[in-house]
């Protein structure tokens, strides 16, 4: 779909259901409440799917548009998710539409509006927004902040673009809360992460004359430090701060597997590195899921970073 054929879908269908993805990040969460405030404001019924996973941090700002236990969506629209593997554990079902940036999605949705050189879903749905003949809300525009920013790490990250920039200061323009959001995501933390970064950083791993970082994050490091699942936001840009690093990986120890992020530079492709193990994403920036203990998962991802370079 384009934007006016996607506009046209959202005009004509009723009693929508968005999707968020697995381990929700501000974007999917963001971007899916904020379409989901537009179309009620247009006159229909919307909800988002209550994923088991919702952080506090950011129930805070998406409880209002969670799902009764007794709704049943007709349209079912999955929002920032690549693959149906993604959708949330519990869901069971197909989507009807996919709006989505990441360039692996596998056109799994009936239709999908996909536009690859977004640096976040929301730059999507402020456009998606536009073209339905409206002008996001205070509300919507903080939604919509909270969606691109987190996306992008507060506007460091390389999917960082000129279009990125002029969608956030429309958004800024409309008010959103640029400054209470940046603050509770960027800025401020726990002291059980504070516990836990140390650990982090004193038993980082590096390869290949530091270019390779390893960030490993045991289940024991995470009982020691005290942190809950709302501690654990952004820990994967945490061993790309090592400034010879052209490659970082996080590894989190889960109960039967462990979770992988990569980033790297432009000229290497966490997709490609993620796409061995079943995973994938965006060339900068992807993830997977390895079933083996965190110091295997290392050796497994180091032989496929190895290929990778070569």
Do not use: W
């Amino acid at each position: 779909m384009d934007y006016t054929e996607c506009a046209k879908a959202l005009r004509e269908r009723d009693n929508f259901i968005f999707l968020t993805h697995r381990n929700p990040d501000g974007d999917t969460c963001g971007s899916a409440a904020a379409l989901c405030s537009v179309l009620r404001r247009m006159g229909k019924t919307a909800y988002l799917y209550n994923n088991p996973q919702f952080s506090k941090k950011l129930l805070a700002y998406v409880s209002e548009y969670i799902a009764p236990e007794d709704f049943r969506g007709e349209c079912i629209a999955a929002v920032d998710i690549a693959e149906e593997k993604l959708f949330p554990y519990d869901f069971k079902g197909k989507a009807d539409y996919c709006i989505d940036h990441h360039p692996t999605n596998a056109l799994y949705a009936g239709d999908t509006l996909l536009h690859a050189e977004k640096a976040a879903c929301g730059e999507i749905i402020l456009e998606l927004i536009s073209e339905l003949g409206l002008e996001p809300t205070q509300e919507e525009a903080t939604l919509l902040y909270i969606a691109i920013s987190t996306d992008t790490g507060c506007f460091q990250y390389s999917n960082t673009n000129a279009g990125t920039f002029a969608a956030t200061a429309k958004l800024m323009a409309l008010g959103a809360d640029n400054t209470g959001v940046n603050l509770k995501f960027f800025r401020k933390v726990s002291p059980a992460r504070i516990r836990l970064e140390g650990m982090i950083y004193s038993s980082m791993r590096y390869f290949r004359n530091d270019t390779v970082a390893f960030a490993v994050v045991t289940r024991d490091m995470m009982l020691r430090s005290g942190v809950c699942d709302d501690d654990m936001d952004d820990i994967s840009g945490l061993p790309g701060r090592n400034e010879k690093a052209s490659v970082s990986i996080t590894v989190q120890e889960k109960e039967d597997c462990c979770r992988i992020s990569v980033r790297s530079a432009p000229s290497v492709s966490s997709s490609d590195i993620c796409a061995r193990f079943g995973g994938g994403g965006h060339r900068t920036a992807a993830g997977c899921i390895i079933k083996a203990s965190p110091d295997e998962a290392v050796e497994m991802l180091m032989k496929v970073v190895e290929e990778v370079l070569q």
